[in-house]
């Protein structure tokens, strides 16, 4: 099994920004791609962003493109997501999910998920 714990989510104003973390435990976690999701308020999950198993190779949706960074480091089992130039539209929760297949934006393809951090942006 695969454990994953989100952290460093919280309330910022618009234009702020905020490093959110994914510790992962259990099996390798270097075997892993990880992706990071939101489901904002009456909305259905979406993807965010993804990261391959060697950190070489990121994916973004369209709408973060230069604001958002994700990065890990499988020395430490985490993986973060900075989050820049927030938007009121930011405000979701975010997920990290891990998974081994190649179709990096599809949620079904992910095996084990965290349990969500909050992210609100607001003046």
């Known amino acids: 099994q695969v454990q994953l714990v989100e952290s460093g989510g919280g309330l910022v104003q618009p234009g702020g920004s905020l490093r959110l973390s994914c510790a992962v435990s259990?099996?390798?976690?270097?075997?892993?791609?990880m992706g990071w999701f939101r489901q904002a308020p009456g909305k259905e999950r979406e993807f965010v962003a993804a990261?391959?198993?060697?950190?070489?190779?990121?994916y973004y949706q369209d709408s973060v493109k230069g604001r958002f960074t994700i990065s890990r480091d499988n020395a430490k089992n985490t993986v973060y997501l900075q989050i820049s130039s927030l938007k009121p539209e930011d405000t979701a929760v975010y997920y990290c999910a891990a998974t081994q297949s190649l179709y990096y934006g599809t949620q079904s393809r992910y095996s084990y998920w965290g349990q969500g951090t909050q992210v609100t942006v607001s003046s």
């Open positions: 259990g099996r390798t976690f270097s075997r892993y791609t």
């Open positions: 990261i391959n198993w060697s950190g070489d190779r990121t």
